[in-house]
Nanobody, 119 residues
Framework: QVQPVESGGGLVQPGGSLRLSCAAS????????MNWYRQAPGKERELVAA????????SYTDSVKGRFTISRDSARNTVYLQMNILKPEDTAVYYC????????????WGQGTQVTVSS
């Protein structure tokens, strides 16, 4: 069974950094677009960052541009989200999503990892 597994969340002060990891076993990693979503209390889940199946293309929501970086390691079937200059409004549960590059309805979600930015 495919189950992406996130790690790396936690409590950090404003201005700090965290790196999230998502290990995606049980699928052909090179055929999947990898996405990071987040959901804050009382808000809808939003797409934060995405990286193409080959890793050559990335995209970010406006609020994190210049602060977050998504990357992938095909040898480890892992996608990362480096988060710098964190703000309280970045507080949310962060979810990893693997979406087939052709059959977009074939997608898998991780269980989520909590990121809290607070002094």
């Amino acid at each position: 069974q495919v189950q992406p597994v996130e790690s790396g969340g936690g409590l950090v002060q404003p201005g700090g950094s965290l790196r999230l990891s998502c290990a995606a076993s049980g699928l052909t990693f090179s055929r999947y677009v990898m996405n990071w979503y987040r959901q804050a209390p009382g808000k809808e889940r939003e797409l934060v960052a995405a990286i193409s199946s080959a890793g050559g293309s990335t995209s970010y929501t406006d609020s994190v541009k210049g602060r977050f970086t998504i990357s992938r390691d095909s040898a480890r079937n892992t996608v990362y989200l480096q988060m710098n200059i964190l703000k309280p409004e970045d507080t949310a549960v962060y979810y990893c999503n693997a979406q087939h590059e052709i059959y977009s309805k074939v997608a898998y979600w991780g269980q989520g990892t909590q990121v809290t930015v607070s002094s």
